[in-house]
Each structure stands twice: as C-alpha cells, then as structure tokens.
C-alpha cells in the first residue's frame, strides 16, 4: 500500500502558485512559533529574541532556512507538469529538512567557534540528529496540514469519474455504461451526471467551467459549475476527456474532424452550435496522439 502510494502522480493542484505561497507561509509561522517556544527548553538549542549577536545569528539563520524553503517550492513550481510522483515530493521535502539540518549544525559549530553559542554537547553527530528532528517537526508538520486542507478544500470543487458497479441507483446500469461523469457542489452534494458519450466539452470561464453536452432529446445543453479547468485535467487523467488549450478540454469520442491550418490544429465536434475548438501547441502532440489511437 505505502510503495503503490509513493509511486502515484503527486496532484499537480498541490504545486500551484496559491497553495505553495500558502504552505510556505504556514511554515514560516509555525516554524517560527515551534523554534522559539519548544527547542528552548532542549539542551542544544540557542535562539534567542531580543538584542545582542546571538539574536542575529537567529535571525540570520532563520531567514537563510525560510530562503531555502522558497527556492524549493519554486523548484516544485517549476517541475509541476513533469510528473511528480508523491515518492519524489517526499523526497525532495526531506531534502530540505536535511539541508536545514546540516545549516542548522553548520551554525552552531561556528557559533560555538566564535563564542556566540555556548553549549554543553557539540557532538556533531548528536547536534546533527537533534536537527533533523527539528526540521522533520517544524516542516513536516506544517507540510502535512496545508497538504491536508487543500485536498479537503479541492475535493469540494472535484468533478469525479464514478464507477456505478458499486454504486446503487433507482436505474439499470447497462453493459458499457457504468461510468459516469459526476459534477459535485461546494457542499459535496451530487448536482450533475452524465454519461461520457453525452459530454462534448468542457470549457473554462474565469472560475467556472461550462459542460456542454446533449440531453435525452438531443438537445445541445450548457451546465456550469464553479470549478478550475485544471482540476478536470487532473482528475480525468486515463479518460476520453483530452486538454487542448488552456480554455478547453474535449471529448475524444466526439472529435469529427481534426483540421490543419497556419494558425494550428483545430477539432470540429460534429455540432453546428459549437465553434471550431483551437489546439494550441502546447496540447497538439498529445491531441494528435489521443486522436490517432482512436482512428
């Protein structure tokens, strides 16, 4: 279970400029609160508040520890569409901790040197161990609570692909039609659901989205739901739906005609109310892909 979870893709949301201000911003908090208040009272701790040299060497340290923080998130940030497993997320968090550990470390010793620290045990590796702890704690713990809000807070906004094998409804299920697009509320209420062969696309509007799909009677319908188009991205990753620019996701079912053209690939659904779809050249490769699978 752990290995199969490690080795999931890392929810790409969790990188997002928002999330990752918010995650550094908690950390630096309750970093700060955990240093000052708890590793005081152990025996190879030395922050001080106040004035004085050893304050500035707390506050030097503090703010090199919070720079590293940044510049990994950035990293993160900046790798989010590479695929990121949460083996790898997690990795590179403790990569952090041990290198704030080994700062951390490389402070009191020179601290110590120049007379500014003075403490009983100086045992490198001693005063190392203490520091990762720190670092695990003053990290990891903020880490994990950011983490677990923005999944509680996404998961009212996820439109989900249900498998209805298992689910009882008040209709048959018939063979090939057990999964169903499922449009939740802000409360989790189900509010939408719609076989994927009636879906055409999904469009994004500011912070909402716009279903377009067909009803029992063949009629072109619009739905919209507050939701980030990247959410859908994400959670139909292994399904029909295919992001082909940064406003649109399709239905690959639905796809007629893929056209050529000097501004660039276009779709043409097969519907005389929905406009031609543009592909932009970040999405073509793999719309082209998708399409070629399926013909």
């Given at each position: 279970?752990?290995?199969?979870?490690?080795?999931?893709?890392?929810?790409?949301?969790?990188?997002?400029?928002?999330?990752?201000?918010l995650?550094?911003?908690?950390?630096?908090?309750?970093?700060?609160?955990?240093?000052?208040?708890?590793?005081?009272?152990?025996?190879?701790?030395?922050f001080?508040?106040g004035?004085?040299?050893?304050?500035?060497?707390?506050?030097?340290?503090?703010?090199?520890?919070?720079?590293?923080?940044?510049?990994?998130?950035?990293?993160?940030?900046?790798?989010?569409?590479?695929?990121?497993?949460?083996?790898?997320?997690?990795?590179?968090?403790?990569?952090?901790?041990?290198?704030?550990?080994?700062?951390?470390s490389?402070?009191?010793?020179?601290?110590?040197?120049f007379?500014?620290?003075?403490?009983?045990?100086?045992?490198?590796?001693?005063?190392?161990?203490?520091?990762?702890?720190?670092?695990?704690?003053?990290?990891?713990?903020?880490?994990?609570?950011v983490?677990?809000?923005?999944?509680?807070?996404?998961?009212d906004?996820?439109?989900?692909?249900?498998?209805?094998?298992?689910?009882?409804v008040?209709?048959?299920?018939t063979?090939?039609?057990?999964?169903?697009?499922?449009l939740?509320?802000?409360?989790?209420?189900l509010?939408?659901?719609?076989?994927?062969?009636?879906l055409?696309?999904?469009?994004?509007d500011?912070n909402?989205?716009?279903?377009?799909?067909?009803?029992?009677?063949?009629?072109?319908?619009?739905?919209?739901?507050?939701?980030?188009?990247?959410?859908?991205?994400?959670?139909?990753?292994?399904?029909?739906?295919?992001?082909?620019?940064?406003?649109?996701?399709?239905?690959?079912?639905?796809?007629?005609?893929?056209?050529?053209?000097?501004?660039?690939y276009?779709?043409?659904?097969g519907?005389?109310?929905?406009?031609?779809?543009?592909v932009?050249?970040?999405?073509?490769?793999?719309?082209?892909?998708?399409?070629?699978?399926?013909?």
């Amino acid at each position: 279970m752990a290995r199969s979870s490690l080795g999931e893709r890392y929810p790409a949301f969790l990188l997002g400029k928002h999330q990752l201000v918010l995650t550094v911003t908690f950390t630096a908090f309750f970093s700060l609160v955990f240093l000052l208040v708890c590793i005081p009272f152990s025996h190879n701790a030395w922050f001080q508040l106040g004035g004085g040299t050893a304050f500035m060497f707390t506050l030097v340290f503090y703010l090199i520890a919070v720079s590293v923080v940044i510049s990994s998130k950035v990293g993160l940030y900046m790798l989010r569409s590479s695929g990121l497993s949460t083996g790898h997320v997690v990795l590179w968090n403790m990569a952090e901790v041990l290198l704030i550990a080994l700062i951390y470390s490389f402070f009191t010793i020179e601290g110590s040197r120049f007379g500014i620290i003075d403490l009983e045990d100086m045992a490198f590796g001693s005063l190392f161990l203490s520091a990762v702890v720190y670092s695990l704690i003053s990290l990891g713990v903020p880490y994990a609570l950011v983490t677990q809000y923005l999944l509680i807070e996404e998961k009212d906004k996820t439109i989900r692909l249900m498998d209805y094998k298992s689910v009882v409804v008040d209709t048959p299920v018939t063979p090939g039609g057990e999964q169903r697009i499922t449009l939740f509320d802000n409360g989790g209420a189900l509010k939408f659901s719609i076989s994927p062969d009636n879906l055409y696309l999904i469009e994004s509007d500011d912070n909402y989205i716009q279903v377009w799909y067909t009803d029992s009677g063949g009629n072109m319908k619009k739905y919209m739901l507050r939701c980030r188009l990247k959410t859908v991205e994400e959670s139909f990753a292994d399904s029909d739906l295919v992001r082909c620019h940064r406003k649109y996701i399709i239905n690959i079912r639905k796809v007629r005609i893929l056209t050529s053209s000097k501004d660039g690939y276009g779709i043409d659904l097969g519907s005389d109310v929905i406009p031609r779809i543009p592909v932009s050249k970040t999405y073509a490769q793999a719309v082209l892909a998708r399409f070629n699978s399926r013909t």
